[in-house]
């Protein structure tokens, strides 16, 4: 273990050089007294986890709220305007409903939870909601000066500056007993309204001066003595002296009187910068555990704590019971407070109706699709000037790779991750701290959201749920010559998808979904970068782009459907299967999503719409694209007849039994089979009265397929490699269907689709269906 810690320190040295983090805080083993006595107590307890937790020996930590020098201005003005607007949504009332859920509880371990989800939801503003209702003390801990709302520096920096965990643990104490005592003295009508990007606001900076000032005058007089109480207290200040609970139980007393829920909030948002782990001696601690320790005592006092952060590191939050801070926790004679990550989705979205006037001109504007998925965007969107919102493409291109992307030489694994999987569903096979890692980076720098943290703190799920203009941004990394006035990496599509699939504990498909998918949005992109338009003409994207361009048969599409039009930028994965519904999938073409069905889905593994005359999303002028992928060796043309059968449009539902016909694209991807591309064109008829085209594509050539050109190899590769979701929604009802919401059109369920689609449009759905 000793060499093996060695060899990373020096692989670290090479690699830190010229980074903003020190190279001398690196450490060595054999040198250091407290590191090698943590490594015998690991061999002892047969458990490394403590080392592998150790800041020293993990990469240096990104900051994920940089605002990017590109128009910088513009930027921060946005930013700052965005917070002055209404907030919109019912995430604070999800919040106090969790919060209210589990305080007073016996079992419980302490009245504090993790607030955890990725950049741009709105965590800060939830909080800020929830304030305006509830008495709460807002702390910003934020490690740098970057980020909205701002950091409160002079906390933040007293906070981090204990050496020793009881030295630590003290200016924990000092900070929570004169914050209470100051809250006391200020009336809450003291605080402003409005706040600044560049600092907090005036009233804030002094109220924290004054903290920090009282706090360091008790160290003073304690002179470094150990502040003895880390269990909890009673509830009457007469029965104890710990400093903290004193000065709790006097300000609650003069707070509004509460029963049942908690009187008191303290909000410790970007709680990450406390988390990183020291070893004294044998013993590892942090900021965060020490703090964990004091409020802990505070646990029968009408207070209750928050920590926000963007990490989904479960452990630096809410430890597994293996790594408990406490026995009763890790007998589970208690047990901790689930994380809250139920923030919402589609909040500030322009909903739509199927009225017979949407088109695709209008939902593929700008002025649209910035509104739909995260609130960030939207609300930046609106706040900003003209040169910013010409510009909300670019910026969220930076936020999903969290990089200036004009200064950037390459793009690393998890953001080349970042970028193909907001194009195609990508899942994660976490359940474990190793495979998790990969996961937890995607929520805690590239948006990935996270719909739920099991109980027991093991595992995550998370998606990277459809937000269209997240994918337009993937798209213009993923394509370069999408945006000629800037240098920027290049991007090997295939090649990234190989090293994602080998890098990364992904779910791979069991038939080669994932590269259908795949070659399916690279004829897509090509057809744009050519036309410059996000609504393709239908013939050179099947003809020219995908499939090639000399079969005779797919020449007569252009013939057949000379008007017709394509739309779409990412898939959207499907839980249940009466998602493949006709009007849902003109809904979902809104966004921009096509659809890979549910597993084990009868006949049909992915769908595409197209509209066969003009750019109108109505029923009436609907087209299909269905397609179906086999990896299986066993699978070759001989058995195409009984497989386009299959695909029969009232069989599987997508069309209901009074429907009329629509024309319908049927592809079968049979990606381990001999290359031959054959088309079969079928006029329309009594049995089936609209054109059908019939597109065997066997194997993996670029005589085929031109979108494989000289990556054959790769492609080959890639299928080699090939070869219980309702639970997840379930919880209290709004909860359920804040979380629902953040998976837009994953499902039937009305929180899939409410926040923006209207409920006369609904209804009518669910009348059809």
């Known amino acids: 273990m000793l060499m093996i810690l060695n060899s990373v320190i020096s692989v670290g040295q090479k690699y830190q050089k010229g980074s903003t983090r020190v190279v001398d805080t690196l450490v060595d083993p054999i040198e250091d007294e407290g590191l090698r006595n943590l490594l015998v107590k690991c061999y002892e307890t047969k458990s490394y986890r403590d080392i592998r937790c150790l800041e020293i020996y993990h990469a240096p930590r990104i900051s994920y709220d940089t605002v990017f020098d590109h128009e910088f201005d513009a930027q921060v003005q946005a930013i700052e305007q965005s917070w002055q607007t209404k907030f919109s949504g019912n995430s604070e009332e999800a919040l106090w409903d969790h919060i209210t859920g589990h305080f007073g509880r016996s079992d419980i371990y302490a009245h504090f939870a993790a607030i955890v989800q990725s950049s741009g939801m709105g965590k800060s503003r939830t909080v800020d909601e929830l304030s305006k209702t509830h008495f709460t003390i807002a702390m910003n801990l934020r490690s740098n000066d970057n980020g909205f709302p701002p950091r409160d520096k002079e906390l933040a920096e007293f906070l981090t500056e204990g050496s020793t965990n009881t030295s630590a643990y003290n200016r924990v104490c000092f900070l929570l007993e004169a914050l209470f005592e100051q809250t006391s003295k200020v009336i809450l009508a003291e605080f402003p309204d409005g706040q600044k990007l560049k600092a907090p606001n005036e009233f804030r900076v002094r109220f924290y001066h004054n903290v920090i000032k009282n706090a360091k005058e008790k160290m003073k007089f304690k002179n470094g003595t150990a502040i003895e109480s880390k269990v909890p207290v009673r509830a009457s200040p007469g029965h104890g002296n710990f400093g903290p609970a004193e000065a709790c139980h006097t300000l609650i007393q003069v707070l509004p009187k509460t029963s049942h829920t908690p009187a008191l909030l303290l909000a410790f948002d970007e709680a990450h910068a406390l988390t990183m782990p020291v070893v004294s001696g044998d013993v590892m601690w942090s900021i965060f555990s020490e703090l ?250 099947l003809c020219r782009n995908l499939f090639s361009k000399d079969n005779a048969v797919l020449q007569d599409l252009a013939h057949d459907f000379p008007n017709a039009k394509v739309h779409f930028n990412h898939f959207v994965k499907a839980h249940e299967y009466g998602l493949i519904d006709a009007n849902r999938l003109l809904l979902l073409a809104t966004r921009g999503a096509a659809l890979q069905c549910a597993n084990n889905q009868l006949a049909i593994d992915c769908i595409n719409i197209f509209l066969h005359k003009g750019t109108m999303l109505t029923k009436s002028n609907l087209g299909l694209i269905l397609s179906q992928m086999k990896n299986d060796r066993n699978v070759s043309v001989k058995h195409k007849d009984t497989l386009f059968a299959s695909m029969n449009p009232y069989i599987t539902r997508i069309l209901k039994s009074n429907d009329p016909p629509v024309p319908i694209i049927k592809i079968i991807f049979a990606l381990a089979a001999t290359p031959l591309l054959e088309v079969v064109r079928k006029a329309p008829s009594p049995e089936y009265n609209a054109v059908v085209y019939e597109i065997w594509c066997g194997g993996l050539s670029p005589a085929c397929l031109p979108v494989i050109g000289s990556e054959e190899g790769t492609w080959k590769a890639l299928l080699q490699a090939s070869y219980h979701w309702q639970k997840l929604y379930s919880g209290w009802l709004l909860n359920a269907q804040l979380r629902r919401s953040m998976n837009p059109g994953a499902a039937c369920d009305d929180g899939h689709w409410s926040r923006w689609i209207d409920e006369e449009s609904l209804q009518y759905i669910s009348s059809e269906s």
Not at 431 to 456: A, F, M, N, S, W
Request: charged residues 15%; negative net charge; hydrophobic residues 40%.
């Open 292 to 541: 964990w320790y004091s409020l802990r005592a505070l646990k029968p006092l009408s207070c209750f704590s928050v920590f926000l952060s963007t990490t989904g590191t479960i452990s630096q939050f809410s430890s597994s019971s293996e790594a408990a801070f406490s026995d009763r926790l890790f007998h589970h004679q208690l047990s901790l407070i689930p994380p809250f990550t139920d923030i919402g989705f589609d909040s500030i979205a322009k909903k739509l109706s199927l009225d017979h006037t949407l088109n695709l001109e209008k939902v593929t504007d700008l002025a649209h699709i910035t509104y739909l998925g995260r609130p960030l965007f939207g609300t930046l969107y609106d706040a900003g000037d003209p040169t910013f919102q010409m510009g909300i493409r670019d910026y969220a291109a930076n936020k999903l790779i969290m990089a200036d992307l004009f200064h950037l030489k390459d793009l690393s694994k998890d953001q080349q991750l970042a970028c193909l999987a907001q194009r195609i569903p990508i899942e994660f096979n976490s359940t474990h701290y190793i495979p998790l890692t990969g996961e937890v980076k995607q929520v805690e720098g590239h948006l990935r959201v996270c719909l739920q943290i099991d109980p027991e703190f093991q595992s995550m799920f998370t998606v990277s749920a459809s937000e269209p203009l997240l994918s337009e941004a993937a798209y213009s990394i993923m394509n370069p010559a999408s945006l000629t006035a800037h240098q920027q990496p290049s991007f090997n599509v295939p090649q990234a998808m190989k090293a994602v699939l080998e890098g990364f504990s992904i779910h791979q498909g069991e038939r080669g979904e994932l590269l259908a998918m795949l070659l399916l949005t690279i004829a897509r992109d090509n057809t744009v970068s050519a036309s410059s338009s996000s609504i393709l003409d239908l013939a050179p994207f």
